[in-house]
């Protein structure tokens, strides 16, 4: 989807030190924290997201597609589904 290959090299590599907009680098501050301690979300992460210019819309739009990652890799998980060869372990 990005024209840029080195911007897509730098997010793969590290996306917390890749030149990300502010409202990208929020965003996956976002997900990552719903992702790995979803219970200490709280408003404050919702505001953060309103305060680089996302709309309540587009919140509840990246909230459904973290829950639909998490929820279809716990089904894999549970089922014992294998990776493919090509996506990385971590």
């Known amino acids: 989807m990005s024209n840029d290959d080195d911007l897509v090299a730098a ?3 590290d996306w917390t030190t890749a030149p990300l907009s502010p409202e990208r680098r929020a965003m996956l501050n976002f997900a990552v924290k719903l992702t790995r301690t979803p219970s200490a979300m709280n408003n ?9 210019g996302f709309s309540d819309r587009d919140i509840l ?8 990652y998490a929820y279809a ?14 996506i990385p372990d971590d």
């Open 44 to 52: 404050s992460d919702v505001e953060d997201l309103r305060n680089v």
């Open 61 to 68: 739009d990246i909230v459904e597609v973290v829950a639909y």
């Open 73 to 86: 890799n716990r089904i894999a998980d549970g089922l014992g589904i294998e990776t493919e060869p090509w």
């Open 11 to 13: 997010v793969e590599q």
